[in-house]
């Protein structure tokens, strides 16, 4: 097919894709039925935006192996190219924005689309692909990709998305890692949600860009302007289109060649030349020709991606109008704003649709349906089908926990993995280690200092080298399994978001380690969320936690870290007290990152873990004396189910103390003391409240459902203790985490834990101060269980 007549296909394309998304919009807001009456949403506005850009991408430049990361606001378009590729169903564009339809943003996990990466919360697409261009080198440099062509990772991004400063963090990490292969098209309408954009950002985006070692491609002018600029006067018309105001090109835009013309005359009015260009256009024409920006021009843009010749990180800034082609066309409130009835009926017929045929996919075309088709699937894109991967699961080995006598979990954490390795396990090669500059800190030394830092070119060790002593060996070649971040969390997520789908994006298992100081998980956790909402694969160990880092001050504590393991999706929750439990929960975890299967829940636990998911750990620089011989089926399945008995309780308990984490001596003690005159006393050892909160309301659900025999496993733990027994929880962090025990049997409930923000101070002065200590725990018991030996209560907690 020659040039011009694919362009003129790829227009017909462009033409159905822009009703369609449009079309998709307002169907879910003006004709589908709604119970509450409420505005659905959608942006047609800036869908119109990206309706060309899409166009030459999926149509004629992309190829099976890259990859696209959507604008969020444009979903209406990818899931319009998707209907039209048989990857989507008319029943869910009908249902789009509602239950079971198609999604407001591309997603992976819940819509039918060959979606690559989700998107929805601005910025976090744009960052992905830059990491998951990262990690393809990371395979490449192994040798696992079998010398498969590398894809692309390309990001659509608004302009207005720019303001995200994930974007920049991940800039500057890319530079610090050689960054290839890597696209973000910027759809530069000028517009956002509350108004237009300032003026000069696309230079500020081109130093910027350019600064950290990118190509920055201005697509400004169609090839209707740079026609009509070749003409007598061409060039002060585009000098007045350079100096115009982002805010009156989109003013004038709206208002129609009539107003361009007036403007035009009067600005012009001493070149007589530049006013018979204009003079030569009809108001119709006159439009086009100023909506003719080089991201609407089919022609410029196939031009300028096809002439990228070269694997370097590449910015284009394409202009655009938002609300192209459309009667939203550059009015300052479109950004969600929609086509009232009368102007869709306007538009419906200016795009040639038939009432009752608008979901036809050669409906208003100049071609046929099957032409339609035939152009669509012979696309290099579409050529072969979806593009989801499966890669096979890795058998994990034995990972027996550190014989030490006396040891924190942190700790227990690096041991661990340094068996793995010192070992030849398969298992091993595919782990990927990570950190924001706190490799050593978090206690995964000893890994790196065995499987080196990855670069794609060999970096010696200085200090090694000139032999300064240091008990780190800082080399980075492409056999190295750690990649070492500078200090942002976010890029630390969506570090482990594409690591943890390289088994999908690239068909190669991976088995990505972050790790990361506890308090700071907020400070990336949307991209944690959406890292979890892609179904990504990996462990977190966020390490040291709590008030027990009880020097460093409230600033590094963390409190309200336990309520994000709980309430997080796709990730399973644990904060073992003991490394015989870390070694067990790792093992478990290995095995779980790799799961794939059906929802059904277990019955036993009613927790759904084949599934799969990620894994996340809180550990604790703290010391504890630990527990010898430990073994058995019993054991590690109450570690890896959620608790698990430490002390039986007795036929006639009267207290059970339940803690989580490195509170566990001082909840030991506290029983102890208790004991001397209470019987019966049980202590239950929590390693996973997510894990027994996820079981019993799944329990709970399954009874409302009829299953009347469903029982979680904390509901068996707590059946046998005696209605009157008392319920103490405590742990290093919210006291929530745990305080919902009580309402599993309807025992009476005392939750212990932090609160407030902590201050510098011992371990002994903070767990005082906040009421975790074992006198804590035992004037709680006391108070509520009044009667026993009044004088020994006061002895122990005066």
């Not at 459309?326 to 009432?355: C, V």
């Not at 830092?453 to 492409?478: G, H, M, N, Y």
């Not at 990730?571 to 003991?578: G, K, L, S, V």
Request: glycine share 10%; aromatic share 8%.
């Amino acid at each position: 097919m020659s040039m011009r007549k694919e362009l003129d296909m790829l227009h017909e394309i462009e033409r159905k894709l822009l009703w369609l998304s449009c079309w998709t919009i307002h169907n879910a807001n003006h004709l589908r039925e709604k119970s509450d009456g409420l505005k659905v949403g959608g942006h047609q506005a800036s869908s119109a935006s990206m309706v060309s850009i899409m166009t030459a991408l999926y149509f004629h430049v992309l190829r099976p192996e890259d990859r696209v990361a959507v604008k969020p606001h444009a979903s209406p378009v990818f899931h319009a190219i998707q209907y039209l590729a048989g990857n989507q169903t008319r029943a869910k564009l009908e249902a789009f924005r509602g239950y079971g339809g198609a999604q407001s943003y591309p997603s992976r996990t819940k819509d039918i689309d060959d979606v690559d990466f989700s998107t929805g919360s601005v910025g976090l697409g744009v960052g992905i692909t830059a990491f998951a261009a990262m990690i393809q080198d990371y395979l490449d440099a192994k040798g696992w990709r079998g010398g498969r062509p590398k894809g692309r990772m390309i990001a659509l991004v608004g302009d207005a998305e720019l303001d995200e400063g994930n974007v920049y963090e991940a800039l500057q990490e890319g530079w610090k890692h050689d960054l290839r292969n890597t696209w973000w098209v910027i759809d530069y309408n000028r517009q956002s949600l509350d108004g237009v954009v300032r003026e000069g950002l696309s230079d500020r985006i081109e130093a910027i860009f350019g600064a950290f070692g990118w190509d920055v491609v201005i697509l400004k002018y169609g090839a209707l302007q740079r026609a009509a600029f070749a003409e007598p006067g061409g060039e002060a018309l585009r000098d007045w289109i350079d100096t115009c105001p982002n805010a009156l090109y989109s003013a004038l835009t709206y208002q129609g060649g009539a107003a361009w013309r007036k403007r035009l005359n009067a600005d012009l009015g001493g070149n007589a030349k530049a006013l018979a260009l204009v003079e030569r256009r009809s108001d119709d024409a006159l439009q086009a020709l100023m909506c003719n920006l080089g991201g609407h021009c089919l022609e410029s843009l196939i031009e300028v991606f096809e002439g990228i010749d070269h694997d370097r990180p590449v910015a284009f800034v394409a202009y655009t109008i938002k609300g192209w082609a459309t009667p939203l066309a550059g009015h300052k409130d479109n950004h969600s704003g929609l086509m009232t009835p009368d102007q869709m009926a306007e538009f419906q017929a200016a795009m040639k649709i038939r009432a009752g045929h608008e979901w036809e996919p050669a409906e208003g075309l100049g071609i046929s349906a099957e032409t339609l088709d035939r152009a669509v699937r012979e696309s290099a894109f579409f050529a072969r089908g979806t593009r989801r991967f499966e890669a096979s699961t890795l058998p994990v080995p034995d990972l027996p926990a550190p014989a030490d006598r006396a040891i924190s979990t942190q700790a227990g954490f690096g041991k661990i993995l340094d068996v793995l390795a010192k070992g030849d396990a398969a298992l091993a090669a595919r782990i990927v280690t990570t950190s924001p500059d706190v490799t050593v800190s978090t206690n995964l030394g000893p890994w790196v200092n065995r499987r080196g830092l990855f670069a794609r070119d060999e970096i010696a060790d200085t200090f090694r080298d000139e032999r300064v002593p240091s008990a780190q060996k800082w080399r980075f070649s492409t056999n190295g399994q750690h990649i070492e971040l500078g200090i942002a969390e976010m890029n630390l997520f969506l570090l482990l978001g594409a690591a943890g789908l390289s088994h999908s994006l690239f068909g190669e298992r991976l088995l990505p380690i972050g790790t990361l100081y506890d308090p700071f998980i907020a400070r990336g956790l949307d991209a944690l969320n959406y890292a979890c909402y892609q179904d990504a694969r990996f462990l977190l160990v966020a390490t040291p936690s709590g008030v027990t880092l009880a020097p460093e001050g409230g600033a590094h504590q963390s409190i309200s870290s336990p309520l994000i393991g709980l309430a997080q999706d796709g990730i399973a929750a644990f904060e073992p007290a003991y490394v015989d439990e870390l070694a067990i929960i790792m093992a478990w975890a290995f095995d779980y990152m790799q799961r794939n299967g059906e929802g059904d829940p277990d019955e036993r636990t009613w927790l759904r873990d084949e599934t799969g998911g990620s894994v996340y750990l809180r550990l604790s620089t703290r010391t504890l004396d630990q527990p010898q011989g430990r073994a058995g089926a019993d054991f590690a399945g109450g570690v890896i189910d959620g608790a698990y008995w430490l002390r039986e309780p007795g036929p006639n308990c009267e207290v059970v103390i339940a803690y989580q984490g490195t509170v566990a001596p001082e909840a030991l003690e506290a029983a102890g003391l208790i004991g001397e005159d209470r019987r019966d006393i049980g202590v239950l050892a929590v390693t996973s409240a997510d894990r027994l909160n996820a079981g019993w309301t799944a329990a709970l659900r399954a009874r409302k459902r009829g299953n009347a025999g469903a029982m979680s496993h904390i509901e068996r733990l707590l059946a046998r203790l005696p209605r009157h027994c008392l319920l103490v929880t405590v742990i290093d962090g919210h006291p929530a985490t745990l305080a919902w025990l009580g309402s599993v049997q309807g025992h009476r409930t005392v939750p212990l834990g932090v609160e407030h923000f902590g201050q510098t101070g011992t371990i002994a002065d903070l767990y005082r101060h906040h009421g975790i200590d074992a006198a804590a725990i035992v004037s709680a018991v006391a108070e509520l269980t009044p009667g026993r030996n009044p004088a020994r209560r006061f002895a122990v907690v005066g």
